[in-house]
């Protein structure tokens, strides 16, 4: 059975840092899309930043330059470290991964559609 679970998140001020981290576990695929995306009341889901198997990493336009996300191969772990966050940052961020199937991008790992596992949610709540 596969499993994400989230940790960090939190309340921040704009400008502030926030890291997340995701342990997966139970992935018995032989290849993935896995990452991150966040939604917020009244919005799409968007996604964030997303690894696929040759290590590529992508991220989406909001997060470019300001968010970093790695991977921990020994831990099973996802990390997002996000930094100048802004008030329209705040959202539900979501660790997610699903079998590659051809293609592995910031939209397909938000789809709400095939086989798909996404963790619990992680709140960021940035004030300014």
């Known amino acids: 059975q596969v499993q994400l679970v989230e940790s960090g998140g939190g309340e921040v001020q704009a400008g502030g840092s926030v890291s997340l981290s995701c342990v997966v576990s139970g992935w018995t695929y032989s290849n993935y899309c896995m990452g991150w995306f966040r939604q917020a009341p009244g919005k799409d889901r968007e996604g964030v930043a997303v690894i696929d198997n040759d290590g590529t990493i992508r991220y989406g336009a909001s997060a470019r330059g300001r968010f970093t996300f790695s991977r921990d191969n020994a831990e099973n772990t996802l990390y997002l470290q996000m930094n100048n966050l802004q008030p329209e940052d705040t959202a539900a961020y979501y660790c997610?991964?699903?079998?590659?199937?051809?293609?592995?991008?910031?939209?397909?790992?938000?789809?709400?559609?095939?086989?798909?596992?996404w963790g619990q949610g992680t709140q960021v709540t940035v004030s300014s």
């Open positions: 997610a991964s699903r079998p590659w199937l051809g293609g592995c991008s910031t939209a397909i790992l938000a789809l709400d559609s095939g086989v798909r596992y």
